[in-house]
């Protein structure tokens, strides 16, 4: 059983039991989410589409932990000015556990 869900206006596969990584969510280390914009649910090839979202359906998940991604450099250079500059980025992001699955 997965579902797609979207959240901050991406979209991600999920499965019961797996982690993975969101765009940083409000909340503490431990705390349960509910996820309500359920795109697209398959059950055992069972496959329900939404228009555009389930209303039915929900995924709930945990926060495990807030972390940063890879830095990105970001170079910038006008030729024959003297102009350079180089500026560094790292993106937050949240791990969440998905606890469960439900379609009611």
């Known amino acids: ?5 979207k959240i901050a206006g991406k979209q ?3 499965k019961k039991e797996q982690h993975f990584y969101a765009p940083k969510l409000a ?3 431990g705390a349960t989410l509910t996820f309500d914009d359920v795109l697209l649910l398959d059950d055992n090839g069972k496959v329900e589409v939404g228009t555009p979202i389930i209303k039915k359906a929900k995924v709930s998940g945990k926060i495990l ?3 940063k991604g890879d830095k990105v450099i970001v170079f910038k250079k006008k030729r024959r000015k003297g102009y350079k ?6 993106q937050d992001y949240t791990k969440v556990l998905i606890k469960d699955i439900l379609n009611t």
């Open 1 to 5: 059983m997965y579902a797609i869900i």
């Open 12 to 14: 991600f596969k999920v």
């Open 27 to 29: 909340g503490k280390i």
């Open 65 to 67: 932990e807030h972390v």
């Open 85 to 90: 500059k180089t500026q560094g980025h790292r």
